[in-house]
């Protein structure tokens, strides 16, 4: 009965966030398309801009994880997203989204209307409902410290493209990688401050993995 209970909540909990996020993401779209076409971009380049924000690929990164561990668990992509590695990184990439736009980005603007909401759910609403999902429902044992620096990747791979796109268009999607005002001195050692938060948080999700007596809600992954 229990196991009927957990598995339930986790499934609830799952489409509730996935359901968040391809909203938000299919409601920010047209608002990101629209303000980089008043802002001179083609439509291509508008395009661009929009999948050149680290908040918009992780919701994405989100979205379809969790959409395949509900509807196709059993295939190749569902076993993948729904691995323990897979879903804490996914978790670590999720949080650095809502901890970097609270400290660094939300003074910089003030959103209204339909933008307002699709900001608070892609900064709030799904980092907090995701880093609920991993504590509660993912099964943290098999977590090692190499993981950590695996889930560097991603952003590692996601900072050489803005910078690269930026070098090429003079476009950067955040205040603090704008080399084209900071110089690249000061953008590497912005984004060097960045990772080593990233890594400390990482090897404190493997700690608590390591340490974390075993809870129920937590048996059989």
Do not use: C
């Amino acid at each position: 009965m229990f196991d009927v209970a957990k598995d339930l909540s986790k499934r609830v909990l799952m489409a509730a966030i996935a359901l968040a996020a391809w909203f938000a993401l299919l409601l920010q779209f047209p608002l990101s398309i629209a303000t980089s076409r008043a802002n001179g971009m083609t439509l291509s380049a508008a395009v661009i801009t929009y999948f050149s924000f680290f908040t918009i690929l992780t919701n994405l990164i989100v979205a379809i994880g969790l959409t395949f561990s509900l509807l196709a668990p059993n295939s190749r992509w569902g076993r993948f997203f729904s691995s323990t590695v897979v879903a804490s990184g996914t978790a670590l990439y999720i949080a650095t989204v809502g901890a970097v736009y609270a400290l660094l980005l939300r003074h910089s603007w003030n959103p209204e209307g339909l933008q307002k909401i699709a900001d608070i759910i892609l900064h709030d609403v799904v980092p907090l409902m995701y880093v609920a999902y991993w504590i509660l429902f993912v099964a943290k044992s098999g977590l090692r410290w190499k993981d950590t620096l695996s889930w560097s990747i991603y952003p590692l791979v996601y900072l050489a493209w803005i910078l690269l796109r930026g070098a090429i268009s003079g476009r950067y999607p955040y205040h603090f990688v704008d080399a084209a005002q900071l110089g690249y001195q000061q953008v590497l050692l912005n984004s060097a401050m960045l990772l080593a938060s990233f890594l400390v948080v990482g090897f404190a999700m493997v700690a608590v993995a390591k340490w974390q007596r075993p809870n129920p809600l937590n048996r059989g992954g």
